[in-house]
Every structure is written in structure tokens, then in C-alpha cells.
């Protein structure tokens, strides 16, 4: 028996084996290694083996794996029948990388739905984060995907943009410990391979979050300050931090230069500045807009070579196919290619596909969506659901006290998860949440009160229509009638308002809009809610939704108001455990909620000058970033400073004593803000969120928080664009929200 070839030995290091291979393998045999595929499937989503014969030859670098006709025993047969392909019948064998969407679970069908990531960014817990996305590279890994474009680190400061609900809100400091959490957890602590862990993608590099008039991939004109201490803080995170292993360029154009073709960006500063070692990969079909959107490109030909000369090693399209010619004709040094090619070898190498690269049908379905992963799914929603207001103490509600409850309005019935979701198959409503909860103890009445949209596709596919058509005037006249004749039979009403997967949504081309030029509620919700509410029966609100709503009206008539966001699977199970009381909400806002579009940009750690006001408006927000109440109450005392003066190069430490002063047990996010008071000559926000830990609390009990205080929590860029901790007083504010109950001063000296 022949020995096998190196970088067929598994006992060889993986260095040694990709000197071995990158030799042996062609041009073509390269270039195949950065472009995305066609789909070798017939009509039926099957593998198909003839498609693979010739268009496949020269191997092939990734395969989506999120398909909406598979379900978990085809897709394991797909990615094993195309993998055996590739061992078996090409020159060389390398096998693929499959690739998936992970953003809030595994995006394919069957596999465990959480929260949307901005209702994960609720729940304020970072330990939660990385057990979500453990969960959710063990049921990718089981099916036969190893690349996850997942986590979302833009920080979202306008939420017309309809990817807001991608994202973990406002602030760059929780966006970094929650990618930093979800990277982990994807990753493990160093990415090694291992066979339940997937490559994790930091995306969309870089500033996409705030794009000019709201609109999906429009420009962000910032100063590198602004980019570097609020855009990029998430990135430089989870490169330093947890060493992800890639780098999703975003759509858009920072300064004038699109992203896909920033050196500075993908280069100088990711790789030179903060040490990336993994591969930048192209958003889908961002490299085609660079002659199709930005007309820096005169073609697909002119955007591949651009693209790839400025730092970008893998694309999701397929203009990279022209990187062979510009290679002969000798416009792209071929060890240029090499370095990219082994980016993606390596990775391959790494996860022991060329050993093994099949998943089992039996494995693959004991861990998808096991008993395990719905318990953290309802954890998880239970977790994110964060109480607006409770007026008179509404809620919680008692089975035994309450008659007849009348559930109403367009998310009540349907599933909703938000986009990038597959089908879960065990989702629960709202509605049936509720009565599955009481059982024959209420009399649970319902109504759909308006429409959304229409749509001839179930809520979980809406996502992918192109068209959206708000619902029949007349229709949506008579059902508001019934819903009022409804709420009018019972006790109380809990009304289940927000968005669907088509009114808040990426919006991937001028005929596949998702932003929006308000935040009032989509369609005739408004008036709904005024026509309930003057019925005069006790009304609880629940948002189901993707960004924040201006419920001017609801915040000063409705008594009782929970933000839900997605909830994912278990929503309807969450939802009624929090409503009667058997969970006690302790979910915070990771975004502002503004009172209309006019107060946009409402972040809160704005700068002093900012936020003078508007004639005849409040120029406070209608809920702040943090907010979240509880069925219990939190007292804050004792904060104290281990020293006071500190000088700039040391660090102190900042405690607080917190205690649940109510009669039920609850859980409260301790925030801790800092405010420079005196800065020597560049501004400085009103105050910046440092610290935050979620404790759960028995009544009675008192708990110490701890914060360090130190150059990492006082630095910033000063004139020079150097890290700086300057001589001088520091405002420390502690509290439950953005709005702090206690404040300390500091001094640090020279």
C-alpha cells in the first residue's frame, strides 16, 4: 500500500500539508477555491450528480446550506452526496465548505428558532449568548455545515433601516460583548475545528448600521473618530477578543469608497492594525454592485480584480470567476492568490474535512431541535421580553381572577420570527401560548383585529416577497368592528401589535424594499388600538416586532405594554408565562425608542451639543435605551469607589449594592455609565455605557455588583487620534437604565 499523499496525513501539522497542496493544484483548480457555485440540485432540491460533472471539476469552495425545500434528512443527504463527489471524482479531492445563516438559530427548517438578535440583545446576558450560539453551531456541525455568517456587529442608530432587527441595538459596547459572547459560542474560545463548533463571520465590515435617509447600503459619511470608537468597537472586539476566523465586507461606501473596495479597511487596518489571520469573505453579490451600484467598476471582470486586490479573499457571487484571466494575463501576482487560497484551506484542514467531511441522518436529527435547545428557547424568550410600563400594576394577570380575555390583532394568530429563519415546526403563537397556559380556567376570545400585509405565502417565507401590498381598506374597516365588539365581552385585552417579516426587513434591491420612512405602526394598527383602548376595558399591549414604534398613544393611554421583538419558537409559551406571572420580566431596551422619525438619531450617548429640543415636542425619548421594568422593585445603595483619586494609568473598583425591595423574585441589569466632565479640547458623550451584569434576585435579597474603573473605561482618541486617559473628573452613574439612580464622582491625576 502507497503512502498517502501529505496533505492527505492528518498526522502532518496543517502548515506542512497545505505546502503540499497548494503546488499541486492548478489555476483553475485556485480560483475555484474563492468563488461561489451554482446549486448542483434538480428541481426538487436533490443533489444532482450531473450538474456537479460539469460545472464542479475543478472543486469548489462553499455551498449554502439553508435551503427552503430541505428538511434535516435532506440536507444531510445533499452535503454527503456532493462531498462524496468531490473526494470521489475530482483530481484532488478538497472537499467543501458548507455554508449557513445563523443570525437567531440555524436558518433551515426544523432546526431551533431564539429570539431575533435584537430581542436576544434584551435580555442583557452575556453567559445566555454563548450558550445560544453553542447550541446553534452543535445543530449546524450535525448537519453538515461548518461556516456561520453570523454575528450581525453593526451598531443600528437608525431604525427606519429594516435590518435593525439583525442587530444587537445602539450601543457599541453591548454589541461587542454579545459578539464577542456569540463568536465564543460559534467558535469555542479558539476556533480549533472541533465537531461541534463552526468558522464565525464579523459582519457587515464596517458602519452599516446608520445609513444615510435609513436605506439598506446607503453611504456612511463618518469621521475615522466616530468610526473607530462607535463602528468598528464590535469588530476589533471579536478580532482581538475571539479571534474570528472571518470577515463579511458590508454593501455600502464609507467616506466615498465602497467597503468591497477599502484597502484601508479590509487591509491596513483589519489585518496590519488588529492582527486578523482568517479570510474576508464578500457580502452576496457585493462585488457585482461595485459596477451595477457604486460604478466604481466597469464590470464584473474590473470588480473581481478590485474587490480581491483591495482584501477580499472569498466571494458569495460569481465574479471572482474572472480571477483566472487577470492572473495569466499578469495583473494579479498568482502568490497573491495563494495567500488567499490557503485562508480557506486552512480552515478546511482545520474542521478535518479531508478525513471526514460527512454528517449522519441519525445524529443530525437527535440534535436539531432537541429537548436541550427548546428549553434554551424558552429561556431565552423569556429573557428578552422587556415591560414598557405597568400602570396600576395590570400585570401581572390572575387566571383565577379573570373571566374572559380577548387576544386581538394581526400577530396574535400567526408565527412570527423576523428574517432569516427557517421553519422550526413547534413554534407556538401567541395566542395558542395563552390558551394552552389556562385551559378551560379564562374564556380566551379572539379577534385579528386589522390586517398587515398581504401575502400568498405562510408569515415564514413572507421574508423573500418581492412585493408588498398593505391589506384590503374595507377588509380591515370590518375587522376592526369585531375586534371592538370583541373587546367589549371581555375583561381585559391583550392586544399583539408590530411588524411582519415583510414590513420590517432587509431590503436587498430597489424591488425588494424592507426600510421604512416612519415608525408608526404598519397599516391601520393605529386606529385599531385607539378603537380598543376607548372601549374602556383594561388593555395590555404586546409588540411583536423588528425595530422601535413611535406608540405615542399607547405610552400615555395604554396601562400595560411589553416589547417582545421575535421571540422565536417558544413565543407564545414565553409570552403567556410572563403575562400571568409566572416569569417576571427582566428584559432592558438595547435601543432607544423615539417618539417619531423627526427625533432620529435618538441614541443615547450623544454628544452635549446635540438634543437641544423642537418647538411644541418633547425632546425626550418615549422609552431610553436600558429601560425595562419588573413586577418587583430594585433599590441601588452604597456605591462606593475602592479609591478616589486614582491616577490615569491605574484602576479602582466601583461597587453597588442592589436589593429586590417587592415580594417576588425578578432579575434587574445593573448598568454602569461613565461621563468625562471635562474634556481639553475633543467632545464627549453625555455618558457611555461601561458595565452591565443581569442578576436574579429573591425578595429581600441585597447583591454586590462590582465594576473595574480604569484606562479601559476612561480612554478615548484625543486630537492626535491617540488612546488617551486625560487628568480630570469622571462622572459614574449606576441604575437600572440609562437614566441612573446614583452617581459618583472620580479624579484621576497625572
Not at 457555485?37 to 446550506?65: I, K
Not at 413547534?426 to 395566542?431: E, K, P, R, T, Y
Not at 415583510?502 to 431590503?507: A, L, P, S
Not at 473598583?653 to 441589569?669: I, M, Q
Request: hydrophobic share 40%; with cysteine; proline share 6%.
Amino acid at each position: 500500500m502507497t503512502d498517502p499523499l501529505p496533505y492527505r496525513d492528518p498526522a502532518l501539522p496543517i502548515e506542512t500539508r497545505l505546502a503540499d497542496l497548494l503546488p499541486r493544484m492548478t489555476l483553475a483548480e485556485k480560483c475555484a477555491q474563492l468563488a461561489g457555485p451554482f446549486v448542483a440540485e434538480n428541481d426538487d432540491g436533490r443533489f444532482s450528480l450531473s450538474f456537479a460533472r460539469q460545472h464542479y471539476q475543478n472543486g469548489v469552495a462553499w455551498v449554502g446550506t439553508h435551503h427552503r425545500r430541505r428538511n434535516t434528512r435532506q440536507t444531510v443527504a445533499f452535503l454527503n452526496a456532493l462531498q462524496q463527489f468531490l473526494r470521489d471524482e475530482t483530481r484532488l479531492g478538497i472537499p467543501v465548505l458548507g455554508l449557513g445563516e445563523g443570525l437567531h438559530g440555524y436558518m433551515a427548517h426544523e432546526a431551533t428558532s431564539f429570539p431575533q438578535a435584537i430581542g436576544l440583545a434584551s435580555t442583557w446576558d452575556v453567559d445566555l449568548h454563548e450558550r445560544i450560539f453553542t447550541a446553534v453551531a452543535r445543530e449546524m456541525r450535525a448537519r453538515g455545515a461548518h461556516y456561520v455568517l453570523s454575528p450581525v456587529l453593526d451598531v443600528a442608530r437608525d431604525p427606519r433601516w429594516g435590518r435593525t432587527e439583525e442587530t444587537y441595538g445602539e450601543d457599541p459596547y453591548l454589541v461587542s460583548r454579545l459578539g464577542v459572547a456569540a463568536t465564543r459560542g460559534f467558535q469555542g474560545a479558539h476556533f480549533t475545528g472541533g465537531p461541534e463548533r463552526v468558522l464565525a463571520t464579523a459582519k457587515h465590515f464596517a458602519a452599516h448600521g446608520q445609513p444615510e435617509a435609513g436605506t439598506n447600503c446607503g453611504p456612511a459619511n463618518y469621521a475615522e473618530r466616530i468610526l473607530r470608537e462607535e463602528m468598528f468597537a464590535p469588530f476589533e472586539a471579536v478580532v482581538r477578543e475571539a479571534g474570528t476566523g472571518s470577515v463579511m465586507a458590508s454593501y455600502n461606501e464609507i467616506n466615498g469608497i465602497p467597503s468591497h473596495v477599502n484597502r484601508w479597511l479590509l487591509h491596513d487596518l483589519l489585518r496590519e492594525e488588529w492582527g486578523f489571520a482568517g479570510f474576508v469573505i464578500s457580502d452576496g453579490w457585493g462585488v457585482d454592485d461595485l459596477y451595477r451600484l457604486h460604478f466604481v467598476a466597469a464590470d464584473a471582470a474590473a470588480a473581481a480584480e478590485k474587490a480581491f486586490t483591495s482584501g477580499v479573499d472569498v466571494e458569495l457571487g460569481r465574479c471572482f470567476h474572472h480571477l483566472e484571466t487577470a492572473v495569466t494575463s499578469g495583473r494579479i501576482p498568482e502568490s497573491l492568490l495563494d495567500a488567499a487560497v490557503a485562508r480557506i484551506l486552512r480552515v478546511k484542514f482545520q474542521l478535518g474535512l479531508f478525513e471526514n467531511p460527512f454528517v449522519t441522518e441519525e445524529t443530525a436529527v437527535a440534535v436539531t431541535n432537541c429537548a436541550e435547545h427548546k428549553a434554551l428557547a424558552l429561556e431565552a424568550a423569556h429573557k428578552a421580553i422587556v415591560l414598557l410600563k405597568n400602570e396600576g400594576d395590570l400585570l401581572p394577570l390572575t387566571s383565577s381572577d379573570l373571566g374572559t380575555l380577548a387576544v386581538i390583532g394581526p400577530n396574535a394568530a400567526p408565527i412570527r420570527l423576523g428574517g432569516y429563519s427557517g421553519d422550526p415546526g413547534c413554534a407556538v403563537s401567541v395566542l395558542d401560548g395563552i390558551r394552552q397556559k389556562v385551559g378551560d380556567q379564562v374564556n380566551i376570545l379572539h379577534a385579528e383585529g386589522c390586517g398587515l400585509t398581504q401575502s400568498t405565502n405562510d408569515a415564514g417565507q413572507m421574508w423573500y416577497d418581492d412585493e408588498v401590498l398593505l391589506p384590503d381598506p374595507e377588509q380591515d374597516t370590518a375587522l376592526i368592528a369585531t375586534a371592538v365588539a370583541t373587546a367589549q365581552q371581555a375583561d381585559v385585552v391583550l392586544l399583539v401589535l408590530g411588524d411582519n417579516e415583510q414590513t420590517c426587513r432587509e431590503g436587498w434591491a430597489e424591488s425588494h424594499l424592507g426600510d421604512r420612512d416612519s415608525l408608526d405602526l404598519p397599516g391601520r394598527q393605529e386606529e385599531l388600538l385607539r378603537a380598543v383602548t376607548a372601549t374602556g376595558k383594561p388593555v395590555v399591549l404586546l409588540l411583536i416586532n423588528g425595530r422601535p414604534a413611535s406608540i405615542n398613544y399607547a405610552a400615555a393611554h395604554v396601562p400595560a405594554i411589553l416589547e417582545g421583538w421575535y421571540l422565536g419558537q417558544a413565543a407564545g409559551t414565553a409570552v403567556a408565562d410572563v403575562l400571568f406571572g409566572d416569569v417576571n420580566p427582566g428584559g432592558k431596551l438595547p435601543i432607544t425608542f423615539p417618539r417619531s422619525v423627526g427625533q432620529i438619531p435618538a441614541y443615547y450617548y450623544h454628544k452635549p451639543s446635540a438634543r437641544r429640543g423642537y418647538l411644541f415636542t418633547d425632546k425626550e425619548p418615549l422609552f431610553p435605551f436600558g429601560h425595562g421594568l419588573s413586577y418587583t422593585r430594585f433599590e441601588y445603595r452604597n456605591l462606593r469607589l475602592s479609591a478616589n483619586p486614582i491616577r490615569v494609568d491605574e484602576a479602582a473598583t466601583l461597587t453597588v449594592e442592589v436589593t429586590n425591595v417587592g415580594d417576588r423574585a425578578g432579575d434587574e441589569v445593573v448598568q454602569f455609565y461613565v461621563r468625562d466632565l471635562l474634556s481639553s479640547l475633543v467632545t464627549r458623550p453625555v455618558k457611555l455605557l461601561k458595565g452591565f451584569q443581569r442578576l436574579s434576585l429573591q425578595p429581600g435579597e441585597t447583591r454586590s455588583v462590582a465594576f473595574p474603573v480604569g484606562p479601559e473605561q476612561l480612554q478615548y482618541l484625543d486630537e492626535t487620534m491617540r488612546l488617551t486617559v486625560e487628568p480630570g473628573q469622571f462622572e459614574l452613574q449606576v441604575g437600572g437604565s440609562s437614566q441612573p439612580a446614583l452617581r459618583i464622582t472620580l479624579t484621576a491625576v497625572a
